[in-house]
């Protein structure tokens, strides 16, 4: 996903407490710049401040961030010879979403708290299925008639 002009993620969407891969194809990579950093914080105040050497790959810079619990990821980078690409004093700045909480399964542990009305419903939906095969079986022979009691012979 593109949200700016050289700078890729590996996501539709940055989430909080997610990791997130970052490509930058800008100007560090078209000068062939050998070292890049990207500089990151989080919030209006930049906290938990960090800087990342990035990996050179053919694709461009590349590196993994941890992103934590805040409002925005702010970031911007810098070379080996201490320049700065700070998208015009602006920095790089995006929101970051709450976790979608929709999969988290909820109150699972009232089922598993009494294990024997689950067998017990287990046993009774198989002795139902066993009434209604014998039911489905023997009925339409007694109506036919093609039903017959085994009659010993006393020889």
């Known amino acids: ?20 891969k970052i490509s930058y194809t800008g100007t560090f990579f078209e000068d062939g710049s050998e070292e890049v950093y ?3 914080g989080f919030g209006p105040f930049w ?5 990342i050497k990035m990996d050179r790959t053919e694709l461009g810079f590349q590196t993994e961030i ?5 409002d925005t990821f702010n970031f911007c980078f810098r070379n080996g010879k201490n320049e700065w690409d700070n998208n015009n004093y602006q ?10 909480v929709e999969l988290v399964a909820q109150n ?11 067998r017990k419903s287990y046993l009774w939906s198989k002795k139902i299925r066993l009434a209604i095969y014998k039911i489905i079986t023997y009925v ?13 012979n006393d020889n």
């Open 38 to 40: 990207i500089h990151y």
């Open 1 to 20: 996903m593109e949200l700016v002009k050289n700078i890729f993620f590996n996501t539709d969407k940055l989430v909080q407490n997610s990791k997130v």
């Open 140 to 152: 339409p022979k007694l109506i036919s008639g093609n039903y017959k009691k085994k009659l010993y």
């Open 47 to 51: 906290d938990n401040l960090s800087e």
């Open 66 to 70: 941890d992103l934590i619990e805040s």
């Open 108 to 118: 699972i542990s009232s089922a598993l708290d009494r294990p024997n009305r689950l």
């Open 91 to 100: 920095n790089y700045v995006f929101d970051l979403e709450k976790p979608s």
